[in-house]
């Protein structure tokens, strides 16, 4: 039955720009034949839209990716100190307001060490852990203030708000992530010898949603302690669910660990389907190395495949898994472009099954 | 001159005694034979004291410690889990309250991989910073509260309060420390792009402070990216700066990319003298491995070579990092006791200059 997918398309900035290009390339090879069609609105916002119009996020626009079944997400961020930046915040105003405004509560970041791929660890081991990080409360929500800007009697505040309403949603997420998965394990972390009232509410939130699934074997990590073993023994790991900037700074190190932040994927889904969910590499828009061909689009194309599963389109996004695999472990050391891996993938899809 | 130093002994719990104890070993050695005489009370504190009694820290006692020098710390807690232990925090009840009412606002913790020590970084390189955590602010205040505890509607709250006092002087202390170093290089770290208040405050004052150091070269990171770079180019820093939280987690992390936070030490220093300062190492009691002299006490050994540069004995902290660099570089791989590992650190110790 054919099937037309509305897609929006947010390439951003620097390299931003350049993975999703070849991210949409792959989307269209794998899906030629099929009767499938995407159908592409693309969306100039960024630090460049800004500087052109002043422009963050037009209500307009917003209201336009709304209508759409899911947003291709390249990466937002101008030169570091641009003068003419100061004022601005991108990351609050387009893509964390994207984030919340559209309930992308499950925040969700696979990290596997491929074969062929260098890893920054002594021992890798068998690498293979999805982080579900919470994507709409804790830290992030903005809450808090200066007083007495600029005086020497300034004081800023950062509240971190965690609902029971939120913190087991992303909770039952994660627990249901586990059950699909063969080793059945989750790894809640926070930090609840300090943080003792949000730790509070994680932990009765994970006891009571733990009751429902006796399959799963459940440990608990402090932030820090988990760094140590994600860098020590990261095989240990299999769904691991967290807070906001908790998640933010483990799937960093995730990246870093798991071969990379050139081939690290996530998606920002709102598992309701009220609004659309977004896909995008963990990377940043690297100014620096923007406009040159120099980016890996790998984490671009694994998010299109994180965004096929999530359209109901697995045996898709087995085939695009297929071909980075197929890719990554014949890759070696010689620097390719960034529209030559996209080829180099292209050319690994698996044929679709007759 | 003769001296005589007045030093408080917590212990604490698990390997924390056993560590502790080749600490002060170690202390005797090194002090023996000179005009510098230390004068020791030991405190019970810590979960298995809190089990016996009841007590976390009784003003009393508190007021004993604050009559000290310094302050040798082991490690606290009990095992995970244990529902005696439920409503205890002796987290905040014991080690952050020492830190905040000494108001031990620097939180020094140097990472140096040692010839010797594996690794688990697959390219080590040549890693030696300090990471200058902020000790008695930030997310740690203990702030915020929940409402409508255990229902369905319950809100949790933390507020992270930030002071431009408490900002400049941990800041103004790491531009010092930079200052004294040869590479003069200097790194922050924050997560200015979300949490915008009290990245405006820090932002702020750094700029301010750094106009004071001219010859200091400053860069900016955000957390989630700092941990990138720690383990793929660790060499790249000098002095890091950064919030409690964000401290408290990278420097677990520096811990393990650093040989390990078996060797981990820190000073919770107050610069001004006013009440004690206090030294212990990263690691925490480890109940697992307590009682069985598998500990490895290098960090809490380390950690009073800080202490001895705290109380200028720069010559004595010299000799015990010297002794403890020998006795890495011929570690290999046989396992040792704790207080064969305290055998060979004061005999590696060199003699005491004529
Ligand atoms: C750009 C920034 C706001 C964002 C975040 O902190 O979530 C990024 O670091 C990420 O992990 O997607
Ligand atoms: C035990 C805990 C309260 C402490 C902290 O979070 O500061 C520890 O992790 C540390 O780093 O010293």
Redesign the interface.
């Known amino acids: 039955m054919a099937r037309t997918i509305k897609l929006a398309v947010i390439p951003g900035d620097g390299i931003g720009v350049e993975v999703t290009a070849q991210a949409n390339r792959v989307l269209d090879a794998v899906l030629a034949g099929g009767d499938v069609t995407l159908e592409r609105t693309e969306f100039k916002l960024g630090a460049e839209r800004f500087l052109a119009t002043g422009d963050t996020l037009p209500e307009i626009e917003q209201a336009a990716i709304a209508t759409h079944d899911a947003i291709l997400f390249g990466a937002v961020g101008g030169v570091?100190g641009d003068p003419r930046l100061k004022h601005a915040?991108i990351?609050?105003g387009l893509l964390?307001k994207l984030r919340f405004d559209f309930d992308q509560y499950a925040n969700v970041r696979p990290c596997t060490l491929f074969p062929g791929v260098?890893?920054?660890?002594?021992?890798p081991g068998d690498v293979d852990f999805v982080v579900v990080r919470e994507g709409t409360e804790g830290?992030?929500v903005?809450n808090?203030?200066?007083l007495?800007?600029?005086?020497?009697?300034?004081?800023?505040?950062?509240?971190?708000?965690?609902?029971?309403?939120g913190v087991?949603r992303i909770v039952r997420y994660a627990f249901e992530m586990a059950q699909k998965r063969p080793r059945k394990q989750l790894t809640w972390v926070h930090?609840t010898?300090?943080?003792?009232?949000?730790g509070?509410?994680w932990q009765?939130v994970v006891g009571a949603v733990s009751a429902e699934f006796p399959e799963i074997t459940v440990d608990?990590m402090h932030?820090?302690?988990a760094?140590?073993h994600m860098?020590?023994n990261p095989s240990r790991f299999d769904v691991i669910v967290t807070d906001n900037?908790f998640g933010?700074?483990l799937?960093?190190?995730a990246?870093?660990?798991g071969g990379g932040?050139g081939i690290a994927a996530s998606g920002n889904i709102n598992p309701t389907g009220e609004f659309p969910s977004m896909f995008e590499p963990v990377h940043g828009s690297a100014p620096d190395i923007a406009g040159q061909q120099k980016a890996d689009p790998t984490a671009a194309i694994l998010s299109a495949a994180i965004m096929l599963d999530h359209l109901e389109l697995p045996v898709e996004a087995e085939r695009v898994r297929a071909a980075v695999r197929a890719d990554l472990a014949t890759r070696g050391d010689a620097a390719r472009g960034t529209s030559v891996i996209g080829d180099s993938i292209i050319n690994a899809l698996p044929a679709r099954a007759a």
Chains 1, 2 share one sequence.
């Open positions: 570091p915040n990351e609050r964390l260098a890893s920054t660890l002594a021992e830290p992030y903005g808090g203030g200066r007495r800007e600029g005086t020497p009697h300034e004081v800023a505040t950062e509240v971190s708000v965690n609902t029971a309403f087991e930090k010898n300090v943080l003792v009232h949000a509070a509410t009765r608990y932030v820090d302690a760094t140590i860098v020590q900037l933010d700074i799937t960093d190190l990246g870093a660990i932040i």
